[in-house]
């Protein structure tokens, strides 16, 4: 009997082991060593790397840059993730209900399907002052141009919406494969009740849709702390760090100032961070959401 | 039976390497990275001369790999060098010697370049342009891709507002005269654009050494960017949109700017030589090129490429190496590489060559860069480049954008700076 | 007040035309079956009537009001979909007293319904679970409960009971009914099942391709069909339809002239329709067994008959091999006739008992 447990346990494992050995590799085995490495100075030939215990993460605590950073970070999740979700659900629920709009949907999907380089470069196409699109268009109508880019005030913003642009058409996608696995004798059991159009939503299509809505908001947060790339093509984290965000940070002290151990503490601050707001998510939202 | 088959496997591999060393004393295989900073088709000139190179010499095989900006160029040199794969040679940026110093990735021209002729070889650059590669008295980097700032003025403007086209201005006074003449009140032209994103710092090197200061020591070691008047430098800078009305709001855009000028939307630029090649081919209308203007002197920084010889290389390798470089900063090279882009011709016999001669009459402007190397000063570099650079450049653009003062954001900088600097004094 | 009344109604989606020229009426408080085969425009029908489908041509008069281009909830009436379509996110109270909300009903008014309601349908002590937590038959409770507690005088079905088991969906047939009576609700009820409509309906509307075929009570329906269609339909097994030639002294089965004649129409293109109950055994014209299906309290025999195969129902277990010879016979009154050409009802059929 004991044997035969312990057999089937052995099938498990070695069932079990290449998953495991492939995210113990590529995952797990990363993250301890980036945590690993956040404790140590960095090092070159002449001064070789040694162990300084929290000294990196102290820098930060004491480094206007992160937190400033951080801020951003916080701007730029709380103005993209709400708006692009909001739109995502009112795109998708415009193109389910005309049905065969192929070229509505792709409309809207093709800013997702741009690379982010290609997107930042045509945004950049936007931004420019005087010769940019926005500027001339502001132009025609007699009012001044701006340095969309240059000025920390437009800055985040420009960014924000660039990033509301190219993840309002991917959620889409969720919601409207959420819209489309509906009943639709719901819709007609509320219409039969006397619910309007937007009793129906609030009432019922819009509860109905929170196992969505937490999906997309569990994404929309994370990407708004790994999308990076716009950076490199629009601002470059500048003016004076106005619109740096976390990843570009790491990047910085990784590629620029081949500080390898600060950027590991950063990023073990960008994972501790993800982490939390995940399971947090999860959480407290998860109870709320699932109604089966 | 294993056994056997190893000691096969030994033996052929022994013969196999035997082959391959044979074959590699003949055929030498060359990795260089190289960035492209300013516009049109810089590539395919690289591309010719390579081909060039290796008609000359049958010998070596060349892989020459556009990688970007100068930051990424750096970056993916030494991420190759440290995922194994063999980069004998690259252009990178000439201000990151200390990093790659620090990184132990270079080795010094003087250990490959013995014989009294490379001796000699290494001295028939312009010494302005070797500052940034000579450290602690040896040669790190040689020219290559190199510039200094110059100032593209559009002469149509000039003449549509009254003022002579031939004799820009030659003083941050006369500048902020003309640009404020220059400068168009709807907002359709401005007077003067510096640009201050991408290498703010080196726009910024300029403005110090014009008011007589240099941003740092000649080991890399101490900055002085709260010198007062480095910090009237800087005020200089932002008062040229904060209070003359000649520049736009803001950052102004490094990589936009070239087109900036080409559509009449800037009459004034300070720009990379570099660029001089494609703004003559684009340019609409009759553009000229002046040397910096000066406040207390004339002066610029020096910028661009610098090539450099990598440590992991066989020493067949790093020879073929410095002949690659040898022929790529020949006179002759070094004058068509210049005609072809802007940048300045390296050394000064490259200016005695007839094609260069020929060109410079034909087209004057391509002789300022030269000119302006007399008063030319090293580019920013130090230790801890990337931080100290990004301090520098932090400040400046907080400034631009009004959000600290010049002094400031200066201090900020310095104090800063002395702090990572520190251990290396 | 709850009667409704059809006047031709129509119904096309581009080319194909899905009901044709509908014309019929329910009296308040009658439980009417809209019955017939899947695709013979039953439902689409009651959603017509209920303003979830426009109607093409035609007029819906509920009340003696013309409702036809009224939105679904100004007909006053209220709906139990097939899939019960309970909103999954509210629990058993919720979804019965959703409706009741959305019309900003009070509060005590409401609680009261749910209490009176909750009682009638036996959802007592489950009003906190979610749908997803309940049985089938409870959740076609609630879906009942919904129905009964917006108080509208007439509630629609859509083939209520289709995902309930055997059991199941006699016990809820007969509450249904009970409850229809004893609220005095007016339903129309559509259904697939012959045996629901025989036993729920006051009246059927038997449906063919979009068309009306027979409507009438169950008891006429099943007594008097009226053409070998609605004969087919009703009754388990079907009526057995019975080719008939010409003989010579009247109409012979075919295939089977040695038997004789068998009934004193000429026989051409005749059906010949007998239920298979009413056949009996013993006596009679010779047929061979071709096949027995026990059933407990009948047994269902298939036999031989001519040229075609006949089946008979009798009473208890009834022992025989196959190919064994029995003699079938039956009254007079149990014959029907057909035209076999258009298959309706010929007007020479012996007058039912």
């Known amino acids: 009997m004991s044997k035969r447990v312990t057999k089937q346990a052995l099938t498990g494992w070695l069932l079990v082991l290449p998953a495991v050995t492939v995210l113990a590799a590529f995952t797990h085995f990363p993250i301890v060593r980036t945590m690993v490495e956040s404790l140590y100075s960095k090092g070159n030939p002449v001064r070789p790397s040694h162990f300084i215990g929290l000294d990196n993460y102290a820098n930060f605590a004491a480094d206007p840059v992160f937190w400033k950073v951080l801020g951003n970070n916080a701007i730029f999740a709380l103005g993209t993730v709400p708006v692009s979700m909001a739109l995502a659900l009112v795109m998708a629920l415009w193109v389910q209900s005309r049905s065969g709009k192929a070229v509505l949907r792709l409309a809207y999907f093709l800013p997702t399907m741009l690379p982010m380089i290609a997107a930042a470069n045509i945004w950049l196409f936007f931004y420019t002052p005087d010769i940019g699109l926005l500027d001339q268009l502001l132009g025609t109508f007699g009012l001044p141009g701006r340095n969309w880019l240059g000025d920390p005030a437009t800055v985040m913003p420009c960014l924000m919406a660039m990033t509301i642009w190219k993840e309002a058409g991917f959620f889409m996608i969720f919601y409207l494969a959420a819209l489309q696995g509906m009943s639709p004798e719901l819709r007609e059991a509320a219409l039969l009740e006397g619910c309007g159009r937007f009793t129906y939503f609030r009432r019922v299509l819009f509860p109905l849709l929170m196992p969505t809505s937490l999906f997309v908001l569990v994404n929309a947060v994370l990407n708004a702390f790994k999308l990076v790339d716009h950076l490199f093509i629009l601002t470059k984290g500048g003016p004076s760090n106005a619109s740096n965000l976390l990843l570009y940070y790491i990047y910085e002290h990784a590629f620029a100032f081949y500080d390898l151990p600060a950027a590991a503490a950063l990023t073990v601050v960008l994972l501790l961070g993800l982490a939390i707001l995940a399971i947090s998510q999860f959480v407290f939202l998860d109870k709320r959401v699932h109604y089966r | 039976?294993?056994?056997?088959?190893?000691?096969?496997?030994?033996?052929?591999?022994?013969?196999?390497?035997?082959?391959?060393?044979?074959?590699?004393?003949?055929?030498?295989?060359?990795?260089?990275?190289?960035?492209?900073?300013?516009?049109?088709?810089?590539?395919?000139?690289?591309?010719?001369?390579?081909?060039?190179?290796?008609?000359?010499?049958?010998?070596?095989?060349?892989?020459?790999?556009?990688?970007?900006?100068?930051?990424?160029?750096?970056?993916?040199?030494?991420?190759?060098?440290?995922?194994?794969?063999?980069?004998?040679?690259?252009?990178?940026?000439?201000?990151?010697?200390?990093?790659?110093?620090?990184?132990?990735?270079?080795?010094?021209?003087?250990?490959?370049?013995?014989?009294?002729e490379d001796k000699e070889w290494l001295k028939s650059f312009y010494p302005g342009l070797m500052a940034n590669g000579v450290i602690n008295g040896k040669t790190w980097g040689i020219p290559f891709q190199r510039s200094t700032i110059v100032m593209y003025y559009n002469k149509d403007a000039f003449r549509e507002v009254g003022l002579n086209p031939d004799q820009p201005p030659a003083t941050w006074k006369d500048m902020v005269t003309a640009a404020k003449k220059l400068t168009k009140q709807d907002g359709s032209r401005w007077g003067l654009a510096i640009p201050s994103t991408g290498y703010p710092y080196w726009m910024f090197g300029a403005l110090a050494k014009q008011n007589g200061e240099l941003l740092m020591s000649a080991d890399g070691t101490k900055t002085f960017f709260n010198k007062p008047n480095v910090v009237e430098a800087l005020q200089f800078w932002r008062d040229l949109s904060a209070k003359d009305k000649v520049m736009s709001e803001g950052t102004v855009e490094w990589g936009t700017l070239r087109q900036s000028f080409l559509e009449g939307k800037a009459a004034m630029i300070w720009h990379s030589t570099g660029n001089l090649t494609a703004i003559r081919k684009d340019a609409k209308f009759d553009f000229g090129v002046a040397m910096l203007p000066g406040n207390r002197e004339p002066g610029s920084p020096t910028g661009g490429g610098n090539f450099y010889l990598f440590k992991k290389s066989t020493p067949e390798e790093r020879a073929a190496s410095l002949k690659l470089i040898k022929f790529m900063t020949a006179p002759e090279r070094a004058a068509q590489w210049s005609i072809a882009t802007g940048y300045m011709g390296v050394s000064p016999e490259s200016y005695e060559t007839d094609a260069l001669k020929a060109y410079i009459k034909d087209f004057p402007q391509a002789a300022v860069a030269r000119d302006q190397l007399k008063v030319a000063t090293a580019e920013l570099a130090t230790y801890q480049s990337g931080r100290v650079r990004k301090l520098l450049d932090d400040a400046i653009q907080a400034t631009l954008t009004g959000s600290k003062t010049a002094k400031a954001a200066l201090d900020d900088a310095q104090e800063q700076a002395d702090r990572l600097l520190k251990p290396y004094r | 007040m709850a009667d409704i009344r059809l006047e031709g109604i129509c119904k096309s989606w581009g080319d194909s035309r899905v009901v044709k020229d509908l014309h019929f009426s329910v009296k308040a408080g009658e439980f009417l079956v809209l019955l017939g085969p899947s695709g013979c425009g039953k439902s689409t029908t009651l959603r017509m009537i209920a303003g979830l489908e426009e109607v093409s041509a035609g007029r819906v008069f509920i009340g003696g009001t013309d409702v036809t281009g009224?939105?679904?909830?100004?007909?006053?009436?209220?709906?139990?979909?097939?899939?019960?379509?309970?909103?999954?996110?509210?629990?058993?109270?919720?979804?019965?007293?959703?409706?009741?909300?959305?019309?900003?009903?009070?509060?005590?008014?409401?609680?009261?319904?749910?209490?009176?309601?909750?009682?009638?349908?036996?959802?007592?002590?489950?009003?906190?679970?979610?749908?997803?937590?309940?049985?089938?038959?409870?959740?076609?409770?609630?879906?009942?409960?919904?129905?009964?507690?917006?108080?509208?005088?007439?509630?629609?079905?859509?083939?209520?009971?289709?995902?309930?088991?055997?059991?199941?969906?006699h016990d809820m047939r007969v509450e249904i009914r009970a409850l229809q009576q004893r609220l005095g609700?007016?339903?129309?009820?559509?259904?697939?099942?012959?045996?629901?409509?025989?036993?729920?309906?006051?009246?059927?509307?038997?449906?063919?391709?979009?068309?009306?075929?027979?409507?009438?009570?169950?008891?006429?329906?099943?007594?008097?069909?009226?053409?070998?269609?609605v004969a087919r339909f009703i009754g388990l097994p079907p009526m057995n339809l019975i080719r008939l030639a010409p003989g010579t002294d009247g109409a012979v089965i075919d295939g089977a002239p040695e038997i004789g004649a068998i009934h004193p129409s000429p026989g051409h293109d005749t059906l010949l329709g007998?239920?298979?109950?009413?056949?009996?055994?013993?006596?009679?014209?010779?047929?061979?067994?071709?096949?027995?299906?026990?059933?407990?309290?009948?047994?269902?025999?298939?036999?031989?008959?001519?040229?075609?195969?006949?089946?008979?129902?009798?009473?208890?277990?009834?022992?025989?091999?196959?190919?064994?010879?029995?003699?079938?016979?039956?009254?007079?009154?149990?014959?029907?006739?057909?035209?076999?050409?258009?298959?309706m009802r010929r007007a020479d059929n012996p007058r039912p008992t």
């Open chain 3, 185 to 229: 609700m007016t339903v129309i009820y559509v259904t697939h099942d012959q045996v629901e409509a025989m036993s729920m309906a006051d009246r059927i509307v038997l449906m063919r391709d979009g068309r009306i075929e027979q409507e009438a009570t169950p008891e006429e329906i099943y007594a008097r069909p009226a053409s070998d269609f």
């Open chain 3, 70 to 169: 009224h939105a679904p909830s100004r007909r006053g009436l209220s709906m139990v979909f097939q899939s019960y379509a309970l909103f999954p996110h509210l629990n058993v109270a919720e979804n019965i007293v959703f409706g009741l909300k959305v019309r900003r009903l009070g509060r005590a008014e409401r609680d009261e319904r749910l209490k009176r309601v909750a009682a009638l349908v036996g959802l007592d002590g489950l009003l906190d679970r979610k749908p997803a937590q309940l049985s089938g038959g409870q959740r076609q409770r609630v879906a009942l409960a919904r129905s009964i507690a917006a108080e509208h005088p007439i509630c629609l079905m859509d083939e209520p009971l289709s995902n309930l088991d055997a059991k199941l969906r």
């Open chain 2, 1 to 116: 039976m294993f056994g056997r088959f190893t000691r096969a496997a030994a033996t052929a591999a022994t013969i196999l390497g035997l082959a391959g060393t044979a074959a590699q004393a003949k055929d030498i295989e060359l990795t260089m990275y190289y960035p492209v900073s300013v516009g049109g088709p810089l590539t395919k000139v690289v591309d010719g001369m390579v081909a060039d190179f290796q008609k000359d010499n049958p010998g070596i095989k060349v892989n020459a790999i556009y990688a970007g900006n100068y930051d990424d160029t750096r970056v993916k040199a030494l991420a190759a060098l440290k995922g194994g794969q063999p980069v004998q040679l690259s252009v990178l940026f000439s201000i990151d010697a200390y990093e790659l110093m620090e990184q132990d990735a270079v080795i010094p021209f003087d250990d490959v370049a013995q014989s009294a």
């Open chain 3, 274 to 343: 007998i239920r298979p109950e009413h056949i009996r055994l013993g006596q009679g014209i010779a047929a061979r067994v071709v096949a027995i299906d026990y059933h407990g309290a009948d047994t269902v025999i298939s036999a031989q008959l001519g040229a075609q195969v006949v089946q008979i129902r009798a009473p208890g277990r009834f022992h025989a091999q196959s190919g064994e010879e029995i003699r079938l016979s039956w009254p007079p009154e149990a014959a029907h006739l057909f035209d076999a050409g258009n298959g």
